[in-house]
Nanobody, 122 residues
Framework: QVQLVESGGGLVQAGGSLRLSCAAA????????MGWYRQAPGKQRELVAG???????NYANSVKGRFTISRDNTKNTTYLQMNSLKPEDTGVYYC????????????????WGQGTQVTVSS
């Protein structure tokens, strides 16, 4: 059993900052890619930022220069530092991780967190 537990969402004024955390727990051998997605009301879920196990990152154009994704492989945790928040950043933020549960497994499985609400007021 594997769970991704997110925290750090909330209500913030435009221009403010929030830091999201996502910790993976359970039977885990290794986590490869991790990422953050968001879903605004009436819109499809979209990738916000991703980070490989090596630390290489990629970002949606809309958040480049404002958001920073990082991870701590010793804690199976990823973080999303969000600065200069805008009302259009409002949505439910989901953590995603590609997890290899056992050494003997040849493939990874994708797991999702339950989501955390981020609301940016103007």
């Amino acid at each position: 059993q594997v769970q991704l537990v997110e925290s750090g969402g909330g209500l913030v004024q435009a221009g403010g900052s929030l830091r999201l955390s996502c910790a993976a727990a359970g039977s885990i051998y290794r986590i490869s890619g991790m990422g953050w997605y968001r879903q605004a009301p009436g819109k499809q879920r979209e990738l916000v930022a991703g980070i490989a196990r090596s630390g290489s990152t990629n970002y949606a154009n809309s958040v480049k220069g404002r958001f920073t994704i990082s991870r701590d492989n010793t804690k199976n945790t990823t973080y999303l530092q969000m600065n200069s928040l805008k009302p259009e950043d409002t949505g439910v933020y989901y953590c995603n991780a590609d997890i290899r549960r056992r050494y003997s497994d040849s493939v990874t499985e994708a797991y999702w967190g339950q989501g955390t609400q981020v609301t940016v007021s103007s």
